[in-house]
């Protein structure tokens, strides 16, 4: 698949670790932060959002978390699985109807 | 539903040739959105359409990069003529509506350029 960057912040982890993803993002006037997977040789799909006004959010194995005061949002996975290998970003508003996307962050987990 | 839709998924092709790279969102979204993805540069919006209108076309690099959306279901992004530095994975995008509505991507294309 396509290699979305060879020097991406790389993450390792093994098979049941919970792993931590961290984002800082820039316009601490955003509303809504959203968090994408993208497989290699695939597009970018979404996993889950968070608004401004809550901190954490949980889904499925996952759960997002906003700090304002730092404007730092992390994503975290729970048990994670050689399915979860892929690079994640962290998104932010960058227009009335468009998104500005982080550089991503690598996950490897190996089984 | 199918989901968006990208042709070709990859392309190779010789600098100065023409390059038209299509596009299918998921029928009933209002929204119709272009990216490039590099390792240099990560993923960057090219242009947006509401309703098959552009909207904000400040991402396109140059002239030579050019998109049209005819309809509700067919968008295309034309490189003419291209170059070795427009090699990168192409992506198209549809939501239903503005933000937050999600952004569902197609699978993209990879253009290499010689």
């Known amino acids: 698949g396509e290699s979305v960057g060879l020097h991406l912040p790389t993450l390792s982890a093994q098979e049941g670790d919970n792993s931590i993803i961290n984002c800082a993002y820039s316009n601490s006037a955003s509303d809504y932060f959203i968090w994408y997977k993208q497989e290699s040789g695939k597009g970018p799909q979404f996993i889950i959002d968070?608004?401004?006004?809550?901190d954490k959010r949980q889904g499925q194995r996952v759960t997002v978390l906003l700090n304002k005061t730092v404007k730092h949002l992390s994503l975290q996975i729970a048990a994670t699985q050689p399915g979860d290998s892929a690079v994640y970003f962290c998104a932010e508003p960058g227009g009335y109807s468009t998104l500005t996307f982080g550089k991503g962050t690598m996950l490897l987990v190996s089984p | 539903d199918a989901g968006v839709i990208q042709s070709p998924r990859h392309e190779v092709t010789e600098m100065g040739q023409e390059v038209t790279l299509r596009c299918k969102p998921i029928s009933g979204h209002d929204y119709l959105f272009w990216y490039r993805q590099t390792m240099m540069r990560g993923l960057e919006l090219l242009i947006y359409f509401n309703n098959n209108v552009p909207i904000d076309d400040s991402g396109m690099p140059e002239d030579r990069f050019s998109a049209k959306m005819p309809n509700a279901s067919f968008s295309t992004l034309k490189i003419q003529p291209s170059e070795p530095r427009d090699s990168a994975v192409y992506f198209c995008a549809s939501s239903l509506g503005r933000l937050p509505d999600t952004q569902y991507f197609g699978p993209g294309t990879r253009l290499t350029v010689l």
């Open positions: 968070i608004r401004s006004n809550m």
